[in-house]
């Protein structure tokens, strides 16, 4: 005969937003099947496991697998903005060493805005839940999504769920969040390709340029994946404040030269990228 199992709950700060609203900032007893671990009760109330830092059992700090007995205490923490707690974590092996990022099909304006401050971001509006949880587990990437089920899947190790609907307001609480402000290397990747930029000489793109645009310009950067080519244009200081608000940077100067003129609708996806700056950061273009 199975024995019955109930075990108090308590889950704190934006935990409870995944909640049924009687549950929410409250202890509540829930009962639990009989080897039902801590991961199995958190999900099963509604909150995916990529969002927890901290689970107390009976005062203890547990992982995720630990098994809950009849009369357990149990309290679920998100990730601590001001204490240093990495002495009690047991819900993770290991944080992972450089934070990169695969976007699912909902979040294509946060990946070029993670690209444009220089974070390493998977996207592409086919993946498919199954090659999300593949990429992530296999290159140790972080998923974002605003699909909580999908943070839930078990080769899921590190994920967000973004609550915000904008993709500027997206970009502010993903760097907040995860600390990332003094991480940014922006204006390095292409927004398009996630590859790479690279400084390329002057007189190789005379052919790939606007003639205009060639005899204003001295430095140019190119992606080797799409191989567009892109100056320091009319974009350069609309991205660089952007991202100097988002970081909390000193604002940028302006590049020297005087910038380019507005493109053309038919030539605005080739001028979505950034470009190079004196520093090896990379500045927008044109």
């Known amino acids: 005969m199975t024995t019955a199992v109930t075990a108090t709950f308590r889950f704190y700060e934006e935990l409870n937003d995944f909640l049924a609203k009687p549950l929410r900032r409250r202890d509540f007893r829930c009962a639990c099947a009989r080897d039902a671990t801590a991961k199995h009760m958190i999900e099963a109330l509604g909150v995916p496991h990529t969002e927890v830092e901290l689970i107390l059992v009976n005062g203890e700090s547990v992982g995720f697998e630990h098994p ?50 220089g974070f390493d971001t998977l996207y592409d509006n086919h993946f498919a839940d199954n090659a999300i949880e593949q990429l992530a587990g296999a290159e140790h990437r972080i998923v974002l999504t605003r699909d909580r089920e999908l943070l839930k899947r078990r080769g899921i190790t590190h994920g967000c769920y973004v609550r915000a609907l904008k993709p500027r307001a997206q970009l502010d609480e993903i760097v907040e969040r995860l600390d990332l402000a003094a991480s940014a290397r922006p204006f390095r990747l292409c927004l398009m390709c996630n590859a790479p ?23 140019f950067v190119t992606c080797d994946v799409c191989e567009r080519v892109f100056w320091e244009g009319s974009h350069w200081r609309r991205m660089r404040t952007l991202i100097d608000d988002v970081t909390g940077r000193p604002p940028a100067k302006p590049p020297a030269k005087p910038a380019a003129p507005p493109p053309s609708p038919t030539d605005a996806a080739a001028t979505q990228a950034p470009l190079t700056d004196a520093d090896g950061d990379i500045a927008s273009p044109g």
Do not use: M
């Open 197 to 219: 930029l690279r400084r390329i000489a002057r007189d190789e793109v005379s052919a790939r340029v606007p003639p205009g645009v060639f005899e204003r310009h001295t430095r």
């Open 68 to 117: 809950l007995a009849d009369g357990d205490r149990v309290a679920v923490y998100p990730k601590f903005e001001a204490l240093d707690i990495r002495p009690l974590l047991r819900v993770r092996a290991e944080p992972l060493r450089e934070p990169r990022f695969i976007a699912d099909a909902h979040l294509g304006g946060l990946a070029q805005l993670l690209r444009l401050a």
